[in-house]
């Protein structure tokens, strides 16, 4: 089980690898098309949404009607958008290239976070946290790849990504073998209880609540992944090269703290570790706008590490909320993230056109604060691992 759960998180790493290359490049591609912030914003509103709008339904239906095979699918597709964002020599194939990757995007993630969890032992907090930190490692080392490979030969070089969503696709048509053969578990052993331990009423609370949360973290979490660049550029004078460590250190703290919070929540409580990683964020966040590099550096890495630490804690909480929608569940989180992650980059871009990008990290820096709808959830029930 903990092979098929490392194999997961490993195709995430490469998935989320791919993903984070495009606003890797956002830098080169600004110059190359002479695009404004909000163009930019366009590009990655696209990719989100189309993720976001679709992961619900593809865990809907596969919640219903297993399709294992959506794995490698969803890959395959993703090597389609690659290819295309490669050879896209105008503003709408970009567009249309992001699109494309958002969907590969939107059918892998669903089917991989119920692979995780039915691989999970029980320990459904860790295998969610080991899952996405997977995804996270990939996110920070777009970046690395970009600055590497890409950025100093240009976007065609976009192309070697291929062989990245090849490994991945072999590694996933092995997991899917791993769940035809154990497709029983699907349905056998988490049996027990189908119904909620809570009322109707603070099921709807709890939701309202998540999604509060979620809208904080990712919008900020958006602010850094997709202008973090741009800000270090203008604020630093970095180049596009130099300002892409700087990011990569944002994601790898990103990384670092999802893998921590998932076995933490597992141990204290969901809840204790989703007012830490909220509220334990806001004085970095007041304070970073106003530092030199050395501390905006630090600073950065605090948050990415704190503010991580609630993704796996948020899954699972919702998961167990509502009993037996796994898919959907997963769908919905995953597509909230993307969803969020998307407009926000778009209502962040069109406000950094209008007051500067330095302005956008002082507004920002209230978004933590919305940790205090942490308030609204209910005591969780199952939050210590079965030995």
């Known amino acids: 089980m903990v092979q098929i759960v490392g194999a997961v998180a490993f195709a995430h790493l490469l998935n989320d690898l791919i993903q984070a290359v495009l606003p890797a490049i956002y830098p080169l591609l600004k110059d190359k098309y002479r695009l404004s912030f909000g163009q930019i914003g366009w590009i990655a509103l696209v990719y989100q949404v189309t993720a976001s709008l679709l992961q619900p339904w593809v865990g809907l239906y596969t919640d219903k009607r297993p399709l294992p095979y959506l794995l490698p699918l969803g890959m395959i597709v993703t090597l389609v958008g690659v290819g295309g964002l490669a050879m896209a020599d105008s503003y709408p194939a970009l567009i249309l290239a992001s699109a494309v990757i958002g969907i590969g995007s939107a059918t892998f993630h669903p089917e991989a976070s119920r692979v995780a969890r039915m691989a999970s032992g029980g320990r459904f907090g860790t295998a969610q946290s080991a899952f996405q930190v997977g995804g996270n490692t990939g996110s920070a080392l777009g970046p690395i790849v970009a600055s590497a490979i890409i950025l100093p030969f240009g976007q065609t070089a976009v192309g070697w990504l291929a062989f990245v969503a090849i490994a991945a696709i072999w590694v996933l048509f092995g997991v899917t073998r791993w769940r035809v053969r154990h497709s029983a578990a699907q349905t056998g052993a988490p049996a027990p209880s189908h119904a909620s331990p809570h009322s109707r009423a603070e099921i709807v609370r709890a939701l309202a609540a998540i999604g509060i949360l979620m809208f904080a973290k990712f919008i900020y979490i958006g602010a850094f992944t997709n202008y973090f660049t741009f800000y270090l550029i203008e604020r630093f004078g970095l180049t596009a090269r130099e300002s892409q460590f700087y990011l990569f ?139």
């Open 249 to 387: 250190c944002f994601l790898a703290a990103v990384a670092v703290g999802t893998f921590a919070g998932g076995p933490v929540g597992d141990r204290i409580g969901r809840k204790a570790v989703i007012w830490a990683s909220f509220l334990g964020v806001a004085p970095f966040a007041m304070v970073l706008p106003h530092a030199n590099l050395f501390w905006t550096t630090l600073f950065a890495i605090s948050i990415g590490l704190i503010m991580s630490s609630a993704f796996a804690a948020l899954v699972v909480y919702a998961q167990e909320l509502v009993p037996g929608r796994v898919g959907l569940v997963s769908g919905l989180m995953f597509g909230l993230m993307f969803g969020i992650s998307g407009i926000g980059a778009a209502g962040l871009g069109q406000l950094a056109d209008i007051h500067g990008i330095v302005w956008v990290y002082k507004f920002c820096a209230y978004l933590p604060l919305l940790g205090l709808a942490t308030i609204l959830l209910p005591r969780s029930h199952k939050h210590r691992p079965s030995l």
